[in-house]
C-alpha cells in the first residue's frame, strides 16, 4: 500500500512547493526562481506521468519483484546470442528504472550468449511493468556468426513470473527431490570442484530449478527454491485461468510460436509489438533498455491488460 501511497504524497507536496513559488514569482519576478520552477515543473510531469502508468498495475502481484527467465529458441548459436542480447536489455531497463538486478541461475550456450539465464528483477511495481515482456520474441539480422553475411531470423522466449517466496507456496518437503553436483562453466577452481550447484525437483508437477551461481550451497538453493515457489505459483495460477477459459469457450493458442514482438535490424530497422501495434525504428535504443513505449502501450489496453491478470 505504501508503495502505491507514497509517490501520491510526494506529488502533492511538489505541488505545494510549486505554487509557493508561483505566488512569489508574481508579487517579485526573479529569473532563477523561474528557472527552478520550471524544473520543479518538469520534474513533476514525469513523475506524474509514472503515477498514472502505476494506476493501471492492480493486478495481485503487480507491485512487487519479478523473475525473468530467457530461454534460446531453435538456431543454436545465433539463438544464445539473441537470448543473451535480451538479457542486457532487460539489465539496462532495470538500471534505468533504478531496480536491482541480479542473475539467479544460468545456463551459458556452447559458442556465445545464453541457452538459459534467469534473473531477479527487484524494485516497486517491476513484475506489473514486465509481465508485457511474456512471451516470443523475433530476431531478423545479418548473422555476425554466418561468414557468408546472410540474414537469419532467431527466436527466444522470454517468461515473467511475481517473486514469490518458499513461504507463500504450499510446498510438501516429501515432494522434493533435491540433487547437488559439480557446477560447469565459468566460477574458478572452487566452483567447479565442489558440489555446490543445486537442483530442486517438484516431483507431482516435473517443475525443476537449479542454480550454479554462487560458491555456497546454501545460497544456490535458496536462489533454486525462490525460482521453484514461483513456478509452482505460476502454474496454479495458469490452471485456474485455463478452467476459466474453459468455462467461458475461450481457447487461446500456446505461447511458444506466439509471437509478441519482432526485432528487425536488416534490411530495414524497426521493432514492433504484435499485440498492441506500437512500433519504433530506433532498434538500438530499445535494446539499450528503452522499452517503456511497449509497457505503456500494453499496459494502456484493457483488453490486454485482462488477458495478463
Not at 178 to 201: D, F, M, W
Request: hydrophobic letters at 35%; aromatic letters at 6%.
Amino acid at each position: 500500500m505504501r508503495a502505491r501511497l507514497e509517490p501520491y504524497e510526494r506529488l502533492v507536496g511538489v505541488h505545494e512547493d510549486m505554487s509557493e513559488l508561483d505566488e512569489m514569482l508574481s508579487e517579485s519576478p526573479d529569473e532563477d526562481t523561474n528557472a527552478e520552477l520550471e524544473r520543479m515543473a518538469e520534474g513533476f510531469l514525469k513523475d506524474l506521468h509514472e503515477l498514472e502508468i502505476t494506476t493501471l498495475l492492480s493486478g495481485e502481484h503487480d507491485a512487487g519483484n519479478a523473475i525473468v527467465e530467457i530461454g534460446a529458441g531453435a538456431g543454436g548459436t545465433e539463438a544464445c546470442d539473441w537470448a543473451q542480447m535480451l538479457f542486457r536489455m532487460y539489465a539496462r531497463w532495470a538500471e534505468q528504472h533504478q531496480y536491482g538486478f541480479e542473475i539467479l541461475s544460468e545456463s551459458p550456450g556452447d559458442v556465445t550468449g545464453y541457452r538459459g539465464v534467469t534473473s531477479l528483477v527487484k524494485g516497486a511495481f517491476a513484475y506489473g511493468r514486465l509481465r508485457s515482456e511474456h512471451g516470443v520474441h523475433r530476431l531478423v539480422r545479418i548473422s555476425p556468426f554466418d561468414a557468408s553475411g546472410r540474414r537469419h531470423t532467431s527466436f527466444a522466449i522470454v517468461d515473467v513470473m511475481p517473486e514469490v517466496t518458499e513461504n507463500e507456496v504450499d510446498i510438501d518437503p516429501a515432494e522434493l527431490r533435491i540433487e547437488t553436483y559439480r557446477a560447469g562453466g565459468a566460477g574458478g577452481q572452487h566452483v567447479n570442484k565442489t558440489e555446490s550447484a543445486v537442483r530442486i525437483i517438484h516431483v507431482p508437477t516435473g517443475l525443476m530449478a537449479t542454480c550454479q551461481n554462487e560458491r555456497s550451497q546454501h545460497k544456490n538453493r535458496a536462489s533454486a527454491m525462490t525460482i521453484l515457489a514461483s513456478r509452482i505459483a505460476e502454474l496454479e495460477r495458469t490452471k485456474s485461468d485455463e478452467r476459466m477459459r474453459q468455462l467461458k469457450g475461450v481457447v487461446n493458442p500456446a505461447e511458444w510460436g506466439h509471437q509478441i514482438r519482432s526485432y528487425v535490424l536488416q534490411p530495414y530497422t524497426v521493432v514492433k509489438d504484435l499485440r498492441t501495434g506500437h512500433e519504433t525504428g530506433n532498434v538500438l535504443a530499445v535494446l539499450d533498455g528503452e522499452i517503456d513505449g511497449f509497457i505503456e502501450a500494453f499496459l494502456s489496453d484493457p483488453s490486454l491488460k485482462a488477458v495478463a491478470e
